[in-house]
């Protein structure tokens, strides 16, 4: 997997949230999950859960904790580590 499809895969899950007044252009690898995206913790949860499903990830078996994850470049570079 490269770093576009990650993007690519992560962009089509937050925008699956459907959180209101978000726009595609807004998500990009510096934006902030909360700050820029209004994504808060349940989405933000949601977000892992649907990440682990499409990328097969167990966040588990990687030690990684929820709230370490605040922009969508921390999830690309996630997926790329671990898909």
């Known amino acids: 997997m490269n770093e576009n499809h990650a993007l690519d895969v992560v962009t089509g899950?937050?925008?699956?949230l459907n959180?209101?007044?978000l726009d595609m252009v807004?998500?990009?690898?510096?934006?902030s999950l909360q700050s820029d995206l209004g994504i808060d913790s349940l989405n933000r949860l949601i977000l892992l859960?649907?990440?682990?499903?499409r990328a097969g990830i167990e966040l588990a078996r990687v030690s990684r904790d929820a709230t370490e994850f605040k922009s969508v470049g921390d999830l690309t570079s996630f997926m790329l580590q671990h898909a």
């Open 26 to 31: 807004a998500i990009q690898p510096h934006a």
């Open 49 to 53: 859960v649907r990440l682990q499903e």
């Open 19 to 21: 959180i209101p007044g």
């Open 13 to 16: 899950l937050i925008l699956e």
